[in-house]
Every structure is written in C-alpha cells, then in structure tokens.
C-alpha cells in the first residue's frame, strides 16, 4: 500500500471515535449527540476505505492491466466497487 502510515493514522482515529461512543452510550450521553459522532465515525471510515480504493485502483489495477487479465481484473475492480459501495 502506498499510504499505509496515513492509512493506520486514520483507522486509529476511528478507533477512538468507536471507544468515544461506546463511553457515551456507557455514560447514557443524549441520543442526538451519539448518532453525531457516529456519523462522524462513518464519514472517517469512508475516508480511509477511500485511500485504499484510490491505491487498489493506482497500483494493484494497473499492474493487473498491464499484463494479460485485463478483463478479469475490470470485473474484479466492478466487484469490489459493488460491494465496498453497498450499504446494509
């Protein structure tokens, strides 16, 4: 991973939103100040799973390109773009 330093910094920052809210909700904190913060949790992780993308796309997609699975390696790509964007 090209990024990995910034990419661990980010995960633990969201490691302690989690520990923040898991206190609250421990500590009864007002309902709307919880979803805030896990919104702002949520908004963390989709930053993070973004730098990943934009490095899966940059380096292991272009070097998967440039050899003969092209089109195995788009459909890998369409796959993992469905899954990472599907929200349950």
């Known amino acids: 991973m090209a990024d990995k330093t910034a990419v661990i910094k980010r995960l633990r920052r969201v490691e302690g939103q989690i520990k923040g809210i898991q206190k609250m909700v421990e500590e009864e904190k007002f309902c709307g100040d919880i979803l805030i913060q896990v919104s702002a949790a949520r908004a963390a992780l989709n930053s993070v799973g973004g730098l990943i993308l934009e490095n899966y796309i940059k380096n292991c997609l272009q070097d ?10 788009l459909d890998k790509l369409v796959d993992t773009m469905l899954k990472y964007t599907k929200q349950n």
């Open 64 to 73: 998967q390109l440039e050899g003969n699975g092209k089109e195995e390696a």
